[in-house]
């Protein structure tokens, strides 16, 4: 998922991976904060905006965005029916509040915003770089490295899953509404844990083989480029922009 | 003149949970310069007597003894890890950095190596698995005997004394099989390899043990 937009010539694919996850960080929280329209499609513009300085495949982005939208999908079932507020119009016993449209148009656009820049920040840099920045940006070796390996097994997971669904193929399984299908599924599932409870114990075991005591060493360091000050310059100005926006009630 | 060994088990007796003896008053010496195989049937014990060797798993009796030093705890285990390398039998088991140069270089880096010298290390270590211009790719996109190949040049880029090998042919090819032979050869140390393949131990190693009634017996010498 992180890495399908790698290869790349934009600037921002040039900056520095420590800038990009520090803004990825601050224009999602800049977003979430927000609480008016005129701020969040802000968000949204600047969203686009950086995807399409990123020159990253629509399609595929498009293709990120429809994963999120499906959650925001049951807020959109749950949310308008239960947030209290003035009825928009009323459906049986059902009472649709106009707040609670306004709500939930606010937390689609902030999702999808959100999900904008991180593919614009994240998927542009390698699992490799990130991880990297993560550790010069001081944020605790373990959780970091929790996330690599999270980011590392679920491949090797993936491809358990795929091994054992061929194999339930070969024999000719079906889903179905079945004790037999469900029984089967956590077959699957409890093989799954299993599989990842051994990966682990054998993962450290061959760690403590080469010598791992707790602590990892880097071998590369990131260096500012020009780039790089323009980067923070530019990204710097748009959070602001936003946070302007809300203030002054531009828009 | 009798060779100084670099591993010593005496009289280990081990068993899992619950469960028989898998092995009983086990004896097990590997001196310096030889190169041994083991083979038997699946869970006769072979991968636990690595798993032993290297404190993983602590017998219930018995000593170990490695390059010379009686092991007591995990302390002991620690420093005799910097002598022993250890080849997984399941290369994804073995390989978590983000790169190929990463992976290599994490041994090396671990025992405070300076890093002009890991760069060095890691450079000489792929040249011999194969793996040149392999530095930048990532490691679990790798093919199985690629992947097998760069465990090896993982553990081989620490200059173990000993080797302990599971299974380095398994799921390779004839190529494969040669590289790893080969490289076995310019490592030119002490090695122990588990192996089902005949003709490969047949290559590589001077004595073949088996398991018999939870100890080891000789069965070939070439």
New interface residues.
Partial sequence: ML?EHLKGNSIIHKLDPRIKLIYAFIFSLVIALQNDLGSVITGLAIGIGLVLLARIEIKEVLKRLLGVDWFILLLWLIIPLTYPGDTFFRISCFKITYQGILFTILLTIKANAIMLILVCFLATS???DI?HSMLHLRIPEKLVFLF??MF?YI??LSDEYEKMVKALKARSFKLGNSIHTYRTIGYIVGGLLVKSYN?AE??F?????????G?F?L?DHFKFSIIDIVGISLLTTLNLAIIIIKWKKIL | MEKNPLIKLSSISFGYNGKPLLFDKLDFTVPEGSRIGLIGPNGCGKTTLFNIIMGFLRPQKGVIEIDGKRMEGEKDFQKARKIIGFLFQNSDDQLFCPSVREEVAFGPLNLRTPKPEVEKLVGEALEMVGLKGYEERAPYLLSEGEKKRLAIASVIVMKPKVLLLDEPTNGLDESGITMVFRILKEFGSTYVVISQDNDFLKKAVEIVYTFKNGRLEKINEY
Avoid: P, T
């Avoid at chain 1, 075991?205 to 005591?213: D, E, H, I, Q, S």
């Fill in positions: 890495e390698s699992i490799f991880v690599f390996l590392r491949w090797v990966r054998n993962l075991r061959a760690m403590v083989c080469r010598g791992f005591n602590k060493w071998l």
